[in-house]
């Protein structure tokens, strides 16, 4: 008599983890979608947001990846093929890839973090080299000269005037003078209290004022609650109104036209950071010190000012010179 042996069913599943499936079907999209809600729900700007979604979508374009293709299938070559494209095609600088591929980075960190990815495809890839570019400030006449065509006659040419005053002896950015409230500063003090909201950091910042620089923010809070009453901004437009994105950069582009400076530098606010910067140190002030002005997040970030300031080494290489006999 034959002995039938029945089939042994499956009775469990094997134990496979969502960090195991999640690789195999979640798309470039739904992973990026997940990210950017983390990025949301920790508060990041919008603009850093917005940036980084740019410098995501850029990347996928140019390394020729589907945002429907998984996201495990994402790799180095990918990266490595980017780079190459970015450098050699549409010649763009080393510090502007670099500044993307952060982003870009930043976003495959976070899938690793949700257990999106077992491990970032950008592991393995680093920095670009990049030569130390020059520091673009401005001399004392172009200062001169770029002041010298602003109508301080006119409400609109007074604030501009402020405005670029501030940022040329506290060092101030276009987003900090744009976004400064009358309540950030202290005249009794002398100090501007920046807050975080509106700060490159997001920390709190102390940025000490001139006696020349209180006198005249205190002249335009007069001059502009006169005209308009109470406002939430130090500088606004000519109806009291909040200044739109990037005004000011425009009108400083503007100013540096009418005073033929266009083809000579870069008259900008951020030239006139610099300037403050590169004053400071020349005057006395402390490489500490102005770290904590400037609201640079590491010393390294405000050494560059070092090499613009050190006149010991002019004046000792002269010194060595005038005894230096050899001729030919």
């Known amino acids: 008599m034959a002995i039938i042996r029945r089939k042994q069913g499956v009775r469990y599943r094997r134990d496979v983890s969502q960090t195991e499936l999640r690789p195999s079907y979640m798309t470039v999209k739904d992973a990026l979608d997940t990210v950017v809600l983390v990025f949301t729900t920790e508060n990041y700007r919008d603009r850093t947001i917005n940036d980084y979604r740019r410098y995501f979508d850029e990347f996928m374009e140019v390394a020729g990846i589907r945002m429907t293709d998984p996201v495990a299938s994402v790799s180095e070559d990918h990266f490595r093929s980017y780079i190459t494209i970015m450098l050699k095609q549409r010649k763009l600088s080393p510090v502007t890839i670099n500044i993307r591929l952060g982003g870009i980075k930043s976003i495959f960190s976070r899938m690793v973090e949700r257990e999106i990815i077992n491990e970032s495809p950008a592991k393995k890839i680093t920095k670009l080299r990049v030569d130390q570019t020059k520091i673009k400030s401005l001399t004392d006449s172009q200062v001169r000269r770029f002041f010298g065509v602003i109508d301080k006659d006119t409400y609109a040419g007074f604030r501009d005037y402020v405005a670029f005053y501030v940022s040329l002896k506290c060092g101030l950015r276009s987003n900090e003078l744009e976004g400064l409230n009358p309540d950030d500063i202290d005249f009794e003090n002398k100090v501007l209290m920046l807050p975080g909201a509106i700060n490159k950091n997001r920390k709190n910042r102390m940025v000490p004022m001139t006696d020349k620089v209180a ?26 109104d909040e200044l739109a994105k990037d005004h000011l950069r425009k009108r400083a582009d503007k100013y540096a036209k009418l005073a033929n400076l266009k083809n000579e530098c ?6 006139l950071r610099h300037t403050f910067a590169i004053n400071y140190l020349r005057n006395g002030g402390d490489i500490r010190s102005l770290q904590k002005i400037l609201g640079h997040a590491d010393l390294e970030s405000t050494q560059v000012y070092l090499d613009y300031v050190d006149d010991v080494v002019i004046e000792q290489f002269n010194k060595a010179s005038k005894n230096d006999k050899l001729d030919v």
């Open 215 to 240: 006198e005249i923010l205190k002249q335009l809070r007069i001059e502009t609650t006169e005209y308009f009453g109470a406002v939430r901004k130090v500088f606004v437009n000519q109806y009291g």
């Open 266 to 271: 870069r008259a900008s606010i951020h030239s």
